[in-house]
Structures are given as structure tokens and as C-alpha cells.
């Protein structure tokens, strides 16, 4: 059992909000400096809709990173296990998520796994389609289905805010077509990945979208069949070694679910058949990670017994 009501939950967002303050936004992609420090929400998604919530939770957020781990869901539909993974790796790094000095070491020379940057342009770059747009097409409604949001949109400010900074990340892409892990436009494969960066939504679709991976890929509301369940398996697992970035470890013995986190301060976070959680708190640590986020899901963690280990 989690919290029986919104004000239970309340409580609790209260008590973390002041670990906000020792924090700070993310400023690397200026539009994402626009938010309050302070701000955060929570919601925790059961089934069927049910839904505790605190904080202002219908607030819209930009995924940021968590859309690392959706479109790896969707390259894995497309491609196959095999496919993905000659390409980049499913070793976790120590590194922080932008880094660029693995890649040149790394033998063979791919990315070490698919949620840091490296990797999620790639997991980017095997989307099937004919065009960019038919690319993003399918990335937007395969988000859709996950958050039962008809009309997904995304952040056109913060996007091409990052499309217009994103030095490093282009770096990255031509250093792995050299060495034929991208292939294609880079310029193009830039606009879908800071396109899909910026994919908008609330902690209660965020939430929902952690249920499908708590229900193992199944709609927590239908019962449909959204992802295979080894794909949706293949994700968590990534959410457990790297989806906190190079806090992955601490966040593992602290919380101990799969989660995945963004520059933007959002969480995903999933309790194996139990609920989904979506949180909101874009004051970060220097690991990137939301401060208050992470110290809500330990107090909820260790209150609830969270852990998968
Ligand atoms: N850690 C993140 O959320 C990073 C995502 C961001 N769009 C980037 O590529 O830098």
C-alpha cells in the first residue's frame, strides 16, 4: 500500500520541497531555466486510473532523458534485440550522461549503453522510417498509447533551444559515424532527438506510463499489450543500472526500483507490478538527478517497501 490519499502524499512532498533549495535547474539548454526551483509534484498510478497525487501535478514538463528509455522501447519494436545491441552496449558508466571519452576507448567502439547521450542518439537514429517526420510520427504516437495522451505534443521552445547549443551531443554523433554506429543526416537525426527530449506531459501521465513497465508492457487500463514483455524487461533493467546516470548505484541501494531520470527534473519511476510513479522537481544535483525527487522516493521507498531487492 502506498499512501491512501492525495493529502497523505502531500505531506510527504512538503516535507522533501526545502532539498530543492541546495539544488539547481538545469541551464545548459537556456528554455530550461524558465521554471521555479521549487516546484514539485508527484503523482503514484495504481490501475485503472487510480491515482494519488500532491504538488501540482497537472503541470507540463519536457522528458528530457526519460525519453531515452521510450524510444529504446520502440528501436527494439523496430529492430530487434540483435540489431540494437551490435550497435551500442549494456554496460552501466561512471561517467556523466554527455560524456565523450568512453567512446573512443571502448572496444568495439560503440556506446556503453542506451541511456546516456551517446547511446540514446543512436537508439534514436534506428527509428524505421521514410523521413524525419515519419521518424518523429511514430516516436509521438507510440508515446501516446504509453501515456493515454491522444494529443502528445512537445516543447518547440526547449527544443530548439537545444537544437541550437547541442554542440556536444552533435560531436558525439559524428564521432559514431565515423565509426558506422549512426548512419544518415546528422542534422536531421539532432531535430528528432531534441524534438523527442522535449515530448511535454504531466506526473499523471508520466505515472501511467510507469505502470505500463510495472504491468511488464500491458495497459494498465485495458490490458492491451503495448510493449513485449521482454522488451519491457530489457528497459527496466536498463532503469536499474543506468537510469539515474552515474547515481544509478546509490539510487539502487536507496530506492531500489527502475527509474529514469531527466535534465528537466523528472522521474520515472516503476514498483514491479505495482504502480507507476511521475515526479517533478527541477532543482537538480550535480549528477543531474532531481534532488527532491530522489529524496521523495527514498522517504516513499523505505515507508512502503519499495524495494526490489
Ligand atoms: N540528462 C538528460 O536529461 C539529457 C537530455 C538532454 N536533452 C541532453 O541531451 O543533453
Avoid at 145 to 172: F, G, I
Wanted: net charge negative.
Amino acid at each position: 500500500m502506498t499512501c491512501k490519499s492525495n493529502a497523505d502524499l502531500q505531506i510527504i512532498v512538503d516535507e522533501v520541497r526545502s532539498f530543492s533549495e541546495k539544488g539547481a535547474v538545469a541551464d545548459y539548454i537556456p528554455a530550461l531555466a524558465k521554471v521555479n526551483k521549487t516546484d514539485l509534484s508527484v503523482a503514484i498510478y495504481e490501475k485503472n486510473n487510480l491515482c494519488i497525487y500532491a504538488g501540482d501535478y497537472m503541470r507540463n514538463f519536457t522528458l528530457q532523458s526519460i525519453s531515452k528509455v521510450l524510444v529504446l522501447a520502440l528501436a527494439l519494436q523496430d529492430r530487434g534485440v540483435d540489431y540494437v545491441f551490435d550497435r551500442v552496449g549494456m554496460e552501466p558508466t561512471g561517467d556523466p550522461f554527455n560524456s565523450i571519452s568512453k567512446l573512443e576507448t571502448s572496444i568495439p567502439s560503440k556506446p556503453l549503453n542506451p541511456m546516456i547521450n551517446a547511446g540514446a542518439l543512436a537508439v534514436t537514429n534506428m527509428i524505421k522510417g521514410e523521413s524525419e517526420n515519419e521518424r518523429w510520427e511514430r516516436i509521438l504516437q507510440f508515446v501516446s498509447c504509453l501515456a493515454n495522451k491522444p494529443n502528445v505534443t512537445y516543447d518547440v521552445e526547449v527544443a530548439n533551444s537545444e537544437l541550437e547549443t547541442a554542440w556536444l551531443n552533435r560531436a558525439l554523433c559524428y564521432f559514431m559515424k565515423q565509426h558506422k554506429v549512426v548512419e544518415g543526416d546528422i542534422e536531421e537525426l539532432m531535430i528528432t532527438y531534441t524534438k523527442q527530449c522535449a515530448i511535454e506531459m504531466n506526473c499523471f501521465e508520466l505515472a501511467r506510463i510507469g505502470a505500463v513497465f510495472a504491468l511488464n508492457g500491458l495497459d494498465p487500463e485495458t490490458g492491451e499489450r503495448l510493449i513485449p514483455i521482454h522488451i519491457a524487461r530489457i528497459c527496466k533493467t536498463f532503469m536499474v543500472t543506468c537510469g539515474m546516470y552515474n547515481a544509478s548505484g546509490e539510487f539502487a541501494i536507496k530506492v531500489g526500483i527502475p527509474a529514469k531520470s531527466g535534465v528537466s527534473g523528472g522521474i520515472l519511476g516503476v514498483v514491479p507490478e505495482k504502480y507507476g510513479i511521475g515526479i517533478f522537481g527541477p532543482s537538480l544535483d550535480e549528477k543531474g538527478n532531481s534532488m527532491a525527487g530522489i529524496k521523495l522516493l527514498e522517504i516513499l521507498a523505505e515507508r512502503y517497501n519499495f524495494s526490489i531487492f
